[in-house]
């Protein structure tokens, strides 16, 4: 039987490791602690089961549109809760208000983004046999082609994304493929990428919708500022970039709409003096 099969791992994780071990170990905690709300409000029911390992996690799930808003919505809350999550974002006539100059460092903590891929197909969930504290135990672990195809899949670009393959987007309803974009082909076909932030800011009001895509590209703005002098700051580069393709892509439905969407955008590169890399933020991912 055919099952949703993907595979996540942490970006910067071996260069957390070596900067700051304690900061490495919180990203575990931090989304543990996320995927703890299983039960709370609906939360991930489509994830049948969540098996991490170190920095990388396997997920197997029967339901393939659900998947796609749980697996966004996991993605946000993981970024969002080890980050600047708790922006305040205030109104001036519908334009986002922020004193970003309060937000400038995470001390302990870096924002957590994952880069994944995602496959339709054989995988089974198999119980063995493994030691723990010296004891036999049991868990659960998963085999199959989806299994081998998700992390092939997962290293098919740079940044925080989250590619599928083409079965995959077969099997989605026409909402959940409103999440889906077909970026790229290669000698094994067309490629697919979830643009997941977009799930953040699209299931609400048109003035809400907004300032659900101003936190997000508030807090992304604020993690590159923070971290852009280390070697992994090019995560939080990437990230900005998928969350601006996220709002081309949502709202630039026409050549008007897609003028009106960067003008809107313009000024946050702006505060994040990136000014200089509108062509290539605007321009996504190649």
């Excluded at 460092?105 to 995988?123: C, I």
């Excluded at 067309?190 to 800011?201: M, Q, R, T």
């Amino acid at each position: 039987m055919d099952n949703v099969c993907a595979y996540l791992d942490i970006l910067g994780f071996k260069n957390h490791i070596k900067e700051d071990p304690l900061a490495a170990s919180n990203l575990l905690s931090e989304y543990t602690s996320v995927i703890g709300n299983l039960g709370v409000g609906g939360k991930y029911k489509s994830f049948n089961y969540f098996l991490p390992f170190s920095d990388g996690i396997f997920i197997q799930s029967n339901d393939p549109s659900k998947f796609v808003f749980d697996l966004s919505k996991f993605l946000v809350e993981s970024f969002l809760k080890n980050g600047f999550g708790n922006i305040i974002v205030e109104r001036d006539n519908h334009s986002p208000v922020v004193d970003e100059t309060k937000y400038t460092e995470l001390p302990g903590r870096r924002p957590l983004l994952f880069r994944g891929g995602v496959a339709y197909g054989d995988s089974v969930p198999k119980r063995v046999s493994c030691i723990y504290d010296n004891k036999l135990e049991y868990k659960h672990s998963l085999i199959g082609e989806a299994v081998v195809e998700a992390v092939a899949l997962e290293g098919k670009g740079r940044g925080p994304r989250v590619f599928c393959s083409g079965k995959f987007y077969e099997s989605l309803d026409d909402n959940a493929k409103r999440l889906v974009i077909n970026q790229f082909d290669d000698e094994e076909g067309k490629n697919y990428e979830i643009i997941w932030p977009a799930s953040f800011f699209t299931e609400n009001g048109f003035y809400e919708s907004y300032y659900e895509f101003d936190r997000l590209f508030i807090s992304s703005r604020l993690s590159w500022k923070a971290f852009n002098h280390k070697q992994y700051g090019i995560n939080y580069y990437n990230f900005l970039k998928l969350i601006v393709l996220s709002g081309l892509h949502f709202w630039g439905g026409s050549p008007e709409n897609l003028a009106s969407v960067k003008r809107y955008i313009e000024p946050g590169l702006t505060k994040a003096c990136l000014q200089n890399k509108r062509d290539d933020l605007f321009m996504g991912f190649k």
